[in-house]
């Protein structure tokens, strides 16, 4: 049953009709198995792949690795849980090497209020230890996903030597 996984985490918006004859099931099969998933946790939610560059939305992205003190009992579950909470995070990893231990994405309307965000909330954190922020300039592949900005055509002039 894992092809209808492969199905829905390529394109959501697939129906159950067209999921059943991609994978050779039943249309029950695949309503079943839809349900299985969710109950399950297995499916997490469905969002939208937005190129917001498309848009006239500002949007800022950064990757901000987060060093932090692990706690006794919990690891660093409960640091991790306390910084993932914020509405600016949209993702939060951690990681098995390095200098640091999570890797948060965090988006905002502005680099300022990315900034402010990392050093009223993020860097004030008890048991944070450390933090390096990146921003994103530019997203070429996102989810597998190849972004391609609409309208642009290539006027570089060609140089032959």
Known sequence: MEEILEVLEKDSRYSVEEIAI????????VEQAIKD???????????????????NS?????LIQVKII????????????????????K?????SSGGFDLTVIVEGKTMKEVSMFVSDKLA?????NGIATHFVLKKYKEHGTIFKEKGLKDDREVLII
């Open 22 to 29: 991609m994978t050779g099931k039943t249309r029950e099969e």
């Open 37 to 55: 998933y969710e109950n399950s946790g297995v499916i997490a939610g469905y969002t939208t792949l937005v190129n917001w560059e498309n848009t």
């Open 58 to 62: 500002e949007i800022v992205t950064a």
């Open 70 to 89: 692990p706690q006794r009992g919990v690891g660093f579950d409960k640091v991790a849980e306390r910084i993932y909470n914020f509405k600016e995070v």
């Open 91 to 95: 993702a939060c990893y951690l990681m």
């Open 124 to 128: 004030i954190q008890e048991y944070v």
